[in-house]
Each structure stands twice: as C-alpha cells, then as structure tokens.
C-alpha cells in the first residue's frame, strides 16, 4: 500500500466514528427517527474488508451498516440526510438508518430481517457467476444472524453452486443483548462453516491491517474460483444494540477492557510504529473530519423533507 | 388458434421467453432432472442445460432470496415454489424482501422476478399441502399476484410476468393443469392488472379468478338453461387489482355474487365487495354474495375435502339469491 492508502483506511475509520457521534448526537435531539444502531468499534472490519475489494466486487450487509456506506464512499452528507429522513438521503430518506445502498458503488444495503440478505447475497454471487463476471459477493452479518435458518441455507447454497461469496460474521459477542454462548450452540462460530466442509478463518477485527490482509487473500482464493469462504472476525460495539439499550446484559468494566484495545488507537500505534505518519499528521486528518462531520451535520439538517408525492414513488417500475 | 392445456401454455411461455431472452432461467426444487413436479419444466434441462434450469436444494427462503439477489444483478430469473404452501417458508423474501426493497432503498433496485407456484385444493393433499392463500399475498404493496385460469391467459400472462420488470408472484392452480384452449399462436403478452370479461351476460355479475373461474363457467352455463344470464368478470391479477370491468358489469347487472375458493374471511370476495360498496353503491339492488372455502383446515376425506370447497350448486344457489 502506499502511504496515502494507509492514511485513507485512518481517515475513514475516523469518519465512521465521528459521523456515528454525530448520529447519537441527532438521535438524542429527536432529528433521528426509529433505531439507530451504532458501529462505533467494529470500524476496522468494515474499513479492511471494503479496501480490500475490486470495484466489480458486491457488498451486501445487515443494519449495522453506516460503516460500509462510508467505506464504499458515500458521503457523509448523504449517510447523515438519510438519517434525517431527507429527500436527498442515498435512500431518498425511505430507508433510514438501517437501509442505506449505493448500486452505483456496488453496496448493496442496509438490510434488517437478521439474516435475509444471506440468501439474497448469494442470489447476487449467482448472477455474477451465472454471467461470467469476475466478481466476488462480500456478505457481512453479525454473530446472531448465524442461529437463524437463512444463514444456514444459503451458506449450503452456496457451497453446493460453488458460488463466489465472502461470508464474514462480525462477531463482536451479542445478539442484541444476548451473548454468544447462550445463544449459539458453538462459540468459535467459524465452526458452522465446517458442516457445509466450507473453507474458514477467524481474524482479529479490532486489526484493520490484519483484516485486510486477510481479506485480500481469500478473495483472491475466490477469484481463482475455490468457491465460498468463512470468515470469522472477532469483534466488540462500544455502544448499545441500539440507541436506548440499557446495557443491562454486560458490565462497564468490560467495555471498558476492549476500549483499551480500540480499532483507531491500534491503528494510530502501527502508522506510527511503522514511521508511515506521526502524530501530527494523524491529528491533522482528525481535525479534517471534524469539520467535515459538522458540514455533513448542517448539510442534512438543511436538507429538503420529501415532498408528499414521493409516498407513492418508487413502489413498481411499471 | 391451436387447442392446448393450461400445463402446455404455461410451459411454452417459460420456453419461448428462454429462447428469446438468454437472461431468464430457472430455479426451483425438482424443476431440472425431474422436469417438475407438474411436468411444467419437462424437457428443459435437456434442451437448456443445468445452467439455466438449476434445481435446488428444498430451500423456499432462499429460493427466492437468490432469486431475488439474481435479479438484483439484471438477470430475469423465474422461481418456482412447488406450492404455495412452502411460499410461507419463504414469506420473509417474499413480503419483506421482494415487496419492499425498490421502495426501501428509493427507487436504487430493480427486480425483474417471477415466482412461480401452485395454489388450491381439491386432490386430497390435507390441510398443508391445499391450501388457497393468495389474497395473503395480494395484501402487500410492491407485490404483483397474477392468477390466471385459462391456457390462453396463463400463456399472455406468464410472458408479461417476464418481461415486466416489477416481482410478481404467479398462482398457477393444480386442478387446471389438464384443462384445455384456445391459445394464439403468435407472440403475445396480456397485461398485468386487467381484469377482462369470460362471459357476457345481464343479470348478474360474477366475479372470480383462477380454478373458480371453471366452476363459475359451469354455474352459468346450467343457470342459462333456466334463463339466467350471469356475466362473468375475470379478475386474472389481484394486485393491482382492476375493478373497472367489475363495476361497469355492476352497475348493468346491480348484483353480484364473488367466486374465490380460499376462505372467506379477509379474503378477495371481501376486497371485491368492499370496493363495489364504495364505489357503486347507488346500483347495489340486493346483499352482494360470497362464494368461497368453508372456515376449516382442508381435510385429506375426500367427501369431507369437496364439501369445504366452493361447489357450481353453491354458485347457482347464491345468483338467484341475489336475483
């Protein structure tokens, strides 16, 4: 990578944080409407993962999902108008939170049935296979979507039709408030992958490089037409399932411990470690999103509200 | 004009638009090796290979889920569900999926997708594999429900499914599948959402669709014999649903009685009246009637399963009560 490329995945980790702050901030004013879930410490997995995809590659993920419309380059603006429910949001401000989508740069949503999107993802690795495309389908889902039967269908599928999907469960250890070992019959959830003699891997996702790195490498595997990979990464969300989750299911001090181990902060640590940027430099990039989070603030607070017509929009093509 | 069944029809369409458009294949349970479980697909696998005719694991919810991610892709891929009754297996892709994600995501989706299934009772398959829940399905915006009850519209029909760009879900009847018609033989397409007239007549409007649509064509034939002339409007597609030649024959006849065969309660006869209530009320000369399914699971007892079905006396009996 070169160094701008380094700084970039730092520059839009920052963003993913500092746009969701905002985002808490706008919910707690009352200007966000129906959930709001937060993906603040998880933002090493989605900025590895999409920096480390083809443009011709898909994405596709569940509700958590502000940091890949950021990592696949939808502005801020438009991620914080969506939230606000504006006519200019990505989703038209029909969507909201949960639903956001850019087919132009190949995000696929923003979906919020748990587990839908699996069989759809692996519907959108068949028509690229079906057509000869060299493309992979990146589905991203948490660790709850793995109890559900469409996780379990569509990763046979998949296996069976040798599509090209990249299933990554972001394991960051609560199905909204219930832990993964009281609610997952394995712990090491990669190990479901094995019962479908799926090829599987765990990474450390707290580590942007680690999981770029190893995103790099499978999808390459996948390319070379091996079929589906499991990936596991392991994971921790700072806040909430959700806006107003009264955490009543962990202790503080164990936030507390994975905060000590944040995404950004090891990231800081190795741009520096490596001499790849100092302290000054980082900071300078911090300063540029802070004032670009506070545009893309007043930029969706001056937003236009849809005008009535557009309640009956988009509903067919025909 | 060649004299075809509703099976024919049906699979010529899916041939025909095969061979036009290399973008249409086929997915569903047994429709490849087997020829599907209704000899619809027979042929196909040969003719088309494994590639566009792709036989899936028993797997509803992702049946449609990959169909539906296909679509998303540009692809016209046509699903089938062996019945109906397995479409509840699949009820999340259907109704929070495919119904919803244009809308949700503004206007950013396109799906292109037909789901293709079986509906309706009447061959001893007990209380889950019988089933007639189409008006579930039509209750949801972003859906088109297509019904068709002759060869002649299952072809037209079928062929427009695939060419329109919307997701449609399209009940075929498993009772119809023997039942023989005129069909063009030209290209054609019917559109969607256009109820039309099976059978002229001025005493009473019935309104039906599907399977029942055989039994309202007995029902009148029997009534004329006595001097009852029923004019029969097809509704074809029950979303959206055209109410146009319903309320044109309503407010000539001013009476009417609705043939559906799933229950009664929620169902299309409700929607039906409901709307002619509303939008034809001065011409309502007597109570509007409801033809359909008793309130009960199907049983598998033959006797037992065509007395819960709607029956061509029970058509009879409700026109001259209305009369």
């Given at each position: ?7 970039d ?7 993913i944080r ?11 004013q009352?200007?966000?409407g129906g ?7 998880q933002e090493a997995?989605?900025?590895?993962i ?5 443009p011709?590659?898909r994405?596709?993920t569940a509700y ?8 696949v380059g939808?502005?801020?603006k438009?991620?914080?108008?969506e ?5 200019n ?5 029909k969507?909201g939170s949960m639903?956001l ?6 995000f696929w949503?923003g ?6 999107h699996?069989?759809i993802?692996?519907?959108l690795a068949l028509g ?11 589905c991203m889902?948490?660790d709850g ?12 599928l998949?296996?069976?039709w040798?599509?090209p999907?990249?299933?990554v469960c972001e394991?960051?250890?609560?199905g909204?408030?219930t832990?993964v070992?009281?609610?997952?019959a394995?712990?090491?959830?990669r ?9 599987n891997?765990?990474?450390?996702g ?5 999981v770029r ?6 999808l390459?595997?996948?390319r070379?037409?091996?079929?589906p990979?499991f ?6 969300r700072?806040?909430?399932?959700s806006?107003?989750?009264p955490e009543r299911y962990?202790k503080?001090?164990e936030?507390?411990q994975?905060?000590?181990n944040?995404?950004i902060g090891?990231y800081?640590?190795y741009l520096?470690?490596?001499a ?5 430099d980082l ?18 607070e001056?937003s ?15 | 004009?060649a ?5 024919e ?10 061979e036009?458009?290399?973008?249409v294949f086929?997915l ?5 090796v087997?020829?599907g ?10 003719h088309f290979?494994?590639?566009r ?5 028993i797997?509803?919810a ?6 539906i991610g ?11 569900l062996?019945?109906i009754?397995f ?6 892709h259907i109704?929070?999926?495919a119904a919803?994600l244009?809308y ?11 789901i ?5 009772g009447g ?5 889950t ?6 008006a579930?399905?039509?209750?949801f915006?972003g859906?088109?429900?297509?019904a ?12 427009a499914?695939i060419?329109s760009n ?7 009847h498993a009772t ?6 005129e ?5 054609y397409?019917?559109?969607i959402?256009?109820?039309t ?9 019935l309104?039906t ?5 055989e ?6 034939e029997?009534?004329s014999k006595e ?5 029969i409007v097809d ?7 055209d109410?146009e030649p319903v309320l044109q024959?309503?407010?000539k006849?001013?009476r009417?009685?609705i043939v559906?065969?799933g229950?009664r309660?929620?169902g299309?006869?409700?929607?039906v009246?409901?709307?002619i ?7 309502v000369?007597?109570?509007?009637q409801?033809?359909?399914q008793k ?5 598998y007892n ?9 029956q061509?006396e029970d058509?009879v009996r409700?026109?001259?009560?209305v009369l």
């Amino acid at each position: 990578m070169e160094r701008e490329q380094y700084l970039d995945l730092y520059y839009q980790m920052v963003l993913i944080r500092l746009t969701e702050e905002a985002a808490a901030q706008l919910y707690q004013q009352g200007k966000i409407g129906g959930f709001l879930h937060l993906y603040i410490g998880q933002e090493a997995v989605s900025t590895g993962i999409v920096s480390a995809r083809l443009p011709q590659d898909r994405v596709i993920t569940a509700y958590r999902d502000h940091g890949v419309a950021i990592n696949v380059g939808i502005p801020a603006k438009l991620v914080l108008a969506e939230l606000l429910g504006k006519a200019n949001g990505v989703s038209k401000g029909k969507g909201g939170s949960m639903h956001l989508a850019d087919v132009q740069r190949n995000f696929w949503g923003g979906h919020a049935i748990v587990g839908a999107h699996l069989p759809i993802a692996a519907g959108l690795a068949l028509g690229d296979q079906y057509q000869g495309k060299d493309a992979v389908t990146i589905c991203m889902f948490g660790d709850g979507a793995t109890n559900i039967g469409f996780f379990h269908e569509a990763l046979n599928l998949s296996k069976v039709w040798n599509l090209p999907v990249l299933w990554v469960c972001e394991n960051n250890q609560y199905g909204m408030g219930t832990a993964v070992e009281r609610a997952s019959a394995v712990s090491e959830i990669r190990q479901k992958a094995l019962g479908y003699d799926m090829p599987n891997s765990r990474v450390d996702g707290m580590d942007v490089i680690a999981v770029r790195e190893a995103t790099l490498e499978i999808l390459a595997q996948i390319r070379n037409g091996q079929g589906p990979h499991f990936m596991e990464v392991i994971t921790y969300r700072y806040r909430g399932h959700s806006m107003g989750d009264p955490e009543r299911y962990r202790k503080a001090e164990e936030v507390k411990q994975w905060q000590e181990n944040d995404p950004i902060g090891i990231y800081r640590r190795y741009l520096e470690s490596h001499a790849i940027a100092n302290a000054q430099d980082l900071d300078q990039i911090d300063r540029r999103v802070e004032q670009e989070v506070a545009e893309a603030v007043r930029f969706a607070e001056e937003s236009p509200e849809p005008p009535p017509e557009a309640l009956f929009e988009d509903i067919y093509v025909e | 004009m060649a004299r075809i069944t509703y099976r024919e029809a049906i699979s010529k369409a899916l041939w025909e638009e095969m061979e036009r458009d290399p973008s249409v294949f086929i997915l569903g349970e047994e429709v490849g090796v087997w020829g599907g479980t209704y000899a619809v697909t027979k042929g196909f696998y040969d003719h088309f290979g494994p590639k566009r005719v792709m036989d899936t694991p028993i797997a509803e919810a992702t049946i449609v889920g990959a169909a539906i991610g296909a679509a998303l892709t540009g692809l016209r891929p046509v699903a089938e569900l062996m019945t109906i009754n397995f479409a509840f297996a699949a009820m999340d892709h259907i109704v929070n999926q495919a119904a919803k994600l244009r809308y949700m995501f503004g206007g950013q989706f396109t799906l292109p997708l037909v789901i293709r299934t079986v509906s309706g009772g009447g061959r001893q398959l007990g209380a889950t594999h019988s089933q007639t829940p189409d008006a579930i399905f039509a209750h949801f915006p972003g859906l088109k429900v297509v019904a068709p009850g002759t060869p002649r519209d299952a072809k037209g029909l079928l062929k427009a499914a695939i060419r329109s760009n919307d997701p449609i879900l399209f009940i075929e009847h498993a009772t119809l599948y023997q039942m023989r018609g005129e069909v063009p033989d030209e290209d054609y397409t019917i559109p969607i959402g256009k109820s039309t007239i099976q059978r002229p007549g001025r005493d009473v409007t019935l309104v039906t669709y599907s399977k029942m649509l055989e039994i309202s064509m007995k029902a009148a034939e029997q009534l004329s014999k006595e001097g009852i002339e029923v004019e029969i409007v097809d509704l074809r597609c029950l979303r959206p649903l055209d109410m146009e030649p319903v309320l044109q024959s309503f407010k000539k006849t001013n009476r009417a009685v609705i043939v559906e065969e799933g229950w009664r309660s929620y169902g299309v006869g409700s929607e039906v009246a409901a709307r002619i209530y509303e939008e034809a009320f001065d011409y309502v000369d007597a109570p509007i009637q409801r033809i359909a399914q008793k309130e009960t699971p199907l049983p598998y007892n033959r006797t037992l399963e065509q007395l819960a079905l709607p029956q061509v006396e029970d058509v009879v009996r409700a026109v001259k009560e209305v009369l």
